[in-house]
């Protein structure tokens, strides 16, 4: 990335890079910097992110700008800024580039802009921090593009919009619910849902929150982990359950069931079976 470089000279600065697989204009960044300056550069996104401890000093559209820590900060793509520590342990902070094309596509608007470079919101930053904390782990598609429209939500209050989608009427999602049903086991993506119901990614995800009062991945969760009693209780191997209703192995199969029905799917077998 623009501005960062491929090693750091002292050791206690460090950086790591991330990309989400299969989706394009998204860039995760984390990193702790304690004696490293940026220069002057820029980046073709929104670069938006948090302070997770210490603070960091820049300057941005000919300002300078300090940012502490539990402080969001928000930077519109194109402009010049640096980067230095404004404390002395240095800057603890995660970062998510978003590029215009892909914002919109995830929300069917145009014109997103941030006025505040900083905003000290601690509630808002910390949630944000678990996101993207959360974006970092391997996920699965739906459960990645649901975390990343709730990391755009978050952010929704801060941003001034020009073009504003105005809300759809309520839909009823049938069509996505029997679509969950039948595809347990695939790799099912927001786009894919969004695109039956004729909405943005954001818009479809926030109307059916609205209704359903999940997300559509906690939705296929369910569906997935009923699907798996239905065969547990026909005696079908817990391992095999697991792959056939699209979990990962069987210990993914025991931690959710377990989550939500408070036993295992061994356990659950053997009662039923008996």
Request: charged share 25%; with cysteine.
């Amino acid at each position: 990335m623009q501005g960062v470089p491929a090693q750091f000279s002292d050791e206690t600065d460090r950086a790591r890079f991330r990309q989400l697989d299969g989706l394009t204009g998204v860039e995760l960044y984390h990193a702790h910097i304690s004696r490293y300056a940026f220069e002057p550069h820029t980046h073709e996104a929104f670069g938006i992110g948090t302070i997770d401890a210490g603070a960091e000093r820049f300057r941005y559209r000919g300002a300078l700008h300090t940012a502490p820590a539990q402080s969001l900060v928000l930077m519109n793509p194109d402009e010049l800024h640096t980067g230095e520590s404004a404390s002395e342990e240095g800057w603890r902070y995660r970062m998510i580039y978003l590029s215009p094309d892909r914002l919109t596509a995830l929300t069917g608007e145009r014109g997103w802009w941030f006025t505040d470079a900083v905003r000290y919101e601690p509630q808002r930053a910390l949630r944000l921090s678990a996101l993207l904390a959360m974006l970092w782990q391997p996920q699965e598609p739906l459960a990645r593009d649901s975390l990343l429209l709730a990391a755009v939500d978050l952010l929704r209050p801060c941003a001034r919009i020009a073009d504003r989608v105005l809300p759809e009427p309520a839909h009823r999602f049938d069509r996505i619910k029997e679509y969950l049903r039948d595809n347990l086991a695939a790799s099912v993506t927001l786009d894919e849902l969004a695109a039956l119901a004729s909405l943005s990614p954001y818009h479809f995800q926030r109307q059916f929150k609205a209704q359903y009062h999940v997300t559509p991945h906690q939705m296929l969760m369910a569906f997935r982990l009923f699907r798996a009693k239905e065969l547990l209780a026909l005696g079908v191997p817990a391992a095999d359950v697991a792959l056939s209703v699209g979990l990962t192995d069987q210990a993914h199969l025991t931690r959710s069931f377990a989550n939500r029905y408070g036993t295992t799917p061994v356990r659950y077998q053997k009662q039923v079976r008996r």
